[in-house]
């Protein structure tokens, strides 16, 4: 039953992400957050393909920017772009690991580096850094607290998953069976649902970014919305207070240790 399960799952995804592929292409959002929904339907099947369709296809003509201004559409773009950009980290990190036989404890610190790593300096800095007046080092010190508060809630959600899938699942932990890959896209899923209220929170402290609308030839006023929008990440640093970011730096710290202390002690 559970290879039949993984070959319709991934039967889905192919014909999900060749979906978005295609569609995505006439729709108004920024080139950064297209990649994104492509790679989120990568790791997510029909999920991500729904929730691009529900959260980001342009319903009418000229409608994409009252669309995407809401807040749970707000949201579901910053925790896309999380997603997206550490989960590339994390499954790179997950597939070295494997070959070269690391522990369990050095494989999650692995897949933690990465994909913090390419999340912030890459997804986040480089592809955002017009945002920050074109300065990337501006755009990394306006990104790393946001982003490492949302890496901190997916990969604690992940390493859940990935051990409790690991434990049980058959020739899970090689990266060359389908079963490897299918319990990363569940985890991943897993993750990404665990690291939306977060996001939540963020956007709303004007900490991280959502969806944004940009047209092939924008009027001036588009243009100015699309420059205020990306620099959410400066206004939150001034509004949110240096106890508050402490407190859910912190907070976000523990969630993480707390999900890799039940993945080193659990036993199946």
Known sequence: MLSGIIVLWFTLTALSVL????????????PVLKWGFILLTLYTGPIGAFLYVLGCREPLPGLHAQYVATRWRQVLGSTMHCVAGDGMGI??????????????LEDIALEYILGLGFGWTIFQALFMKDSAGGS?????????L??????????????VVMTIGMHHIPQSSDPSTAEFWFVMSMSLLVG????FPINWWLV???????????????????HSEHIVKGNSHNEGMHTVSSSKMVFVVALSLLVFTLGVMFALSYKG
């Open 19 to 30: 979906f978005v592929i295609i569609d995505i292409r006439n729709t108004p959002e920024s």
């Open 136 to 144: 990337f080092t501006k755009a990394l010190k306006n990104t790393f």
């Open 91 to 104: 499954l790179v990190g997950a597939i070295i690991g494997s070959l070269i036989h690391l522990s369990q």
């Open 146 to 159: 946001p982003e490492l508060i949302s890496m901190n809630y997916l990969m604690a959600a992940m390493v």
């Open 192 to 195: 990404f649902t665990f690291a």
């Open 204 to 222: 709303s402290n004007h900490l991280k970014h959502g969806m944004m609308t940009v047209r092939p030839n924008p009027n001036r006023n588009a």
